[in-house]
């Protein structure tokens, strides 16, 4: 698998998807590695996602100067993921490192990475990440670091909640939070998301401090989680019914 993956990549990080797409469809290589390069080449995995007046999009370097502006926004940074490698100080290989982020496939990296945009303008970020097919689950991170209101929030992450149960056919959802964070926490519940316990002296801080608790909501994305908030979400997501 790992040579089939190879020619495709390169593709990808030349901007030519569609070639990388033809390849594997003539690539000599079994039928089930075919299928599995075709199903994670997709076109659908780079497509922006809209719902009302927000829009997921798959970040990349075209937002290296937004996603700077994120991680000097300590606020922002402390809800979202305060244990968050450094940026590249320099501007060439942070939009390097953004535009190999965005040419990995799904498979590649266990993890998607959208930029919320509201009304044109990035506003946030939404991830998933840990990502295990195998297990059907995943790690769900979302913040703002511009203001945007509650329901943007909201519609970003009933958007990225939608996607991961369709097109990866993800069974649950975990979300972890420090215990001051209680916005986020009941932000999380009013999603649909549970507390589910505490992670008891979980988290060393990078720069040695003081271990924290973290606090740890499930949310299960089955039938009975789609049919109570189908109502919530044709609203904000402004869906005609």
């Given at each position: 698998?790992?040579?089939?993956?190879?020619?495709?990549?390169?593709?990808?990080?030349?901007?030519?998807?569609?070639?990388?797409?033809?390849?594997?469809?003539?690539a000599d290589a079994p039928?089930?590695?075919?299928?599995?390069?075709?199903?994670?080449?997709?076109?659908?995995?780079?497509?922006?996602?809209?719902?009302?007046?927000?829009?997921?999009?798959?970040?990349?370097?075209?937002?290296?100067?937004?996603?700077?502006?994120?991680?000097?926004?300590?606020?922002?940074?402390?809800?979202?993921?305060?244990?968050?490698?450094?940026?590249?100080?320099?501007?060439?290989?942070?939009?390097?490192?953004?535009?190999?982020?965005?040419?990995?496939?799904?498979?590649?990296?266990?993890?998607?990475?959208?930029?919320?945009?509201?009304?044109?303008?990035?506003?946030?970020?939404?991830?998933?990440?840990?990502?295990?097919?195998?297990?059907?689950?995943?790690?769900?991170?979302?913040?703002?670091?511009?203001?945007?209101?509650?329901?943007?929030?909201?519609?970003?992450?009933?958007?990225?909640?939608?996607?991961?149960?369709?097109?990866?056919?993800?069974?649950?959802?975990?979300?972890?939070?420090?215990?001051?964070?209680?916005?986020?926490?009941?932000?999380?519940?009013?999603?649909?998301?549970?507390?589910?316990?505490?992670?008891?002296?979980?988290?060393?801080?990078?720069?040695?401090?003081?271990?924290?608790?973290?606090?740890?909501?499930?949310?299960?994305?089955?039938?009975?989680?789609?049919?109570?908030?189908?109502g919530l979400r044709d609203?904000?997501?402004?869906?005609?019914?």
């Amino acid at each position: 698998m790992k040579e089939h993956r190879k020619r495709p990549r390169e593709l990808r990080l030349a901007g030519r998807l569609d070639e990388a797409i033809a390849w594997i469809q003539h690539a000599d290589a079994p039928e089930h590695i075919r299928r599995q390069l075709l199903w994670e080449n997709q076109a659908l995995w780079w497509r922006e996602i809209t719902g009302g007046d927000t829009t997921l999009r798959k970040r990349g370097p075209v937002h290296s100067g937004a996603i700077r502006q994120a991680w000097s926004n300590i606020e922002f940074l402390t809800g979202f993921n305060r244990s968050a490698p450094p940026l590249p100080t320099d501007p060439t290989e942070l939009r390097k490192m953004l535009w190999d982020e965005h040419c990995a496939t799904v498979l590649e990296t266990k993890a998607l990475h959208w930029m919320i945009e509201s009304k044109g303008r990035p506003v946030g970020m939404v991830s998933v990440v840990d990502i295990s097919l195998q297990h059907r689950r995943a790690e769900f991170l979302i913040g703002s670091f511009e203001s945007c209101g509650a329901r943007t929030i909201a519609r970003a992450a009933f958007l990225a909640i939608e996607f991961v149960a369709r097109n990866l056919a993800l069974a649950r959802l975990t979300a972890y939070f420090y215990p001051s964070n209680q916005p986020a926490i009941r932000a999380a519940e009013s999603l649909g998301f549970r507390v589910e316990g505490v992670l008891r002296s979980y988290i060393q801080p990078l720069d040695g401090g003081t271990r924290s608790d973290l606090v740890v909501a499930g949310l299960l994305l089955d039938t009975d989680f789609f049919n109570r908030t189908a109502g919530l979400r044709d609203r904000l997501l402004r869906r005609a019914k």
